[in-house]
């Protein structure tokens, strides 16, 4: 059973992508099931597509909304909250996954790089921050109006957007001291190339997951397996 040491001068930075919500239920992007089995990225996940066809794009999110208030955190979650508790200011969490489950196993220090499905904002930009929306909208007509009277859009990060707390992410990869990289394929960018400069910072790099990732030969340590039976005892915190 390999077991992850974790110094007291340790900074740990985790980043997580759609596997870790793999044992919830939650579909990952580029399995043969996955979300992009079923539809076509440039028809649902890019500005032109909202513009094109806003219905298609707010019928697929207001779907993930839907699964994603059934699913419950898995024990990989819970693992990374229990990691957070015992490590304080010295962990960081940064996530690809637009799902809450995170939040609901109890991480705090965390941030969603593509966005969340939790919340909504202004289709026009007009600066109004995004709100609070768990809506599973029926139809266009029903999709809410930001106070600027336009249409609200998905406060999600789509393909040829800027990912968000870029700065905040850069800042805490060149502090941190162990990089672990949960359930993604390495496939987008820039997350793919998060270990690459941990890897310049001097840290530590591990990757958890059932397949060898992109970016596999970034990594100084690959656990293969699960995350949801890995990650609980895989961290041992001196
Ligand atoms: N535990 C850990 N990893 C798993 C599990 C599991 N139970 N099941 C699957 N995986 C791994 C797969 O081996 C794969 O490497 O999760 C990864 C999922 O890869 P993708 O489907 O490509 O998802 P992800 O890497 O998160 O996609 C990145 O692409 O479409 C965009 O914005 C979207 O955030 C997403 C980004």
Redesign the pocket.
Known sequence: MTSISIRPTDRVFILT????S??SGLP????SD???AGHR?EDI?TPEALERNPALVWDFYSKRRADCAKAEPNP?HKALAELESKLGERFFLCT???DDLHERAGSRCLVHM?GELAKSRCSEECGAPPVEDHTVYASLDEVGRCICGARLRPHI?FFGEMPLEMNRIQQELNRSTLMAV???????YP?ANFVHWARQAGAKTIY????R?LNAEAFTTIVEG???EALPGLFAVE
């Open positions: 992508g759609a596997g870790i793999a044992e990952t992007f580029r399995a996955g979300l992009w990225v996940c990989a690809q996954n637009v593509h990060v949960i359930g993604t394929s390495g496939s987008v997350a958890i997951g059932p397949e990732p699960k995350a949801g």
